[in-house]
């Protein structure tokens, strides 16, 4: 098994390509280790010491390190981690658990606006950021804001502010008339 990885426009995160499906469909983010009992991928990267946050997409697992760690020391074991889990034929998610097909469910007067949103999120932003190693989800929208979730190499990433501000919110706005603003929420 020959796993690629790729940087991301985060340095504390990487991405790491196994070279087959990680999960059917939908992403699972696991932003601490508490969290990661639904899934023993997860499980075992985050037994590598300096790892602080796993994301799982289609074909790809984005792992966040602390500050003090040093890709020099984490990328080995962590590729070691990931190979191991594929070789041992242990499901990436556990028993009932399922990956989040993302976006918040919306109920209101703006189900329309909402039905917009999600779709130029899932056509144009979404693949975009999968490439980088994470993704945003829709999350509310309330009085022209667009509240989006980060997850992935995109939480804490130093030009995440940049994209939402100037990508997003830009093409959010240019298309649909009734956002004014984008704003990241955590969860």
């Known amino acids: 098994m020959f796993i690629q990885t790729e940087s991301t426009p985060n340095p504390a995160t990487l991405k790491f390509l196994p070279g087959q499906t990680v999960l059917e469909s939908g992403t699972a983010d696991f932003p601490s280790a508490e969290g990661a009992a639904a899934s023993p991928l997860a499980q075992r990267v985050f037994a590598v010491k300096g790892v602080v946050g796993v994301f799982l997409g289609s074909d790809f ?3 966040t390190k602390d500050d003090t760690a040093d890709w020099d020391h984490v990328k080995p074991a962590v590729l070691g981690a990931i190979m191991e889990h594929f ?3 242990d499901p990436v ?3 009932e658990a399922e990956a989040s097909s993302g976006h918040a469910e919306h109920h209101g007067e703006d189900g329309e606006i909402v039905g917009q949103i999600k779709e130029l999120l899932d056509t ?3 693949p975009a950021v999968a490439q980088d190693g994470g993704d945003i989800t829709f999350h509310g929208f309330e ?3 667009v509240y989006l979730h980060m997850q992935g190499a995109c939480a804490g ?3 995440s502010t940049l994209t939402l501000k100037m990508g997003i919110e830009n093409l959010l706005r240019h298309y649909i008339p009734e956002v004014t603003e984008v704003r990241p929420v955590a969860v």
């Open 87 to 89: 070789q041992s034929g």
């Open 143 to 145: 009085r022209g804001v």
């Open 157 to 159: 990433c130093p030009s």
């Open 124 to 126: 144009r932003v979404r």
């Open 61 to 63: 697992v984005t792992i």
């Open 93 to 95: 998610m556990a028993g």
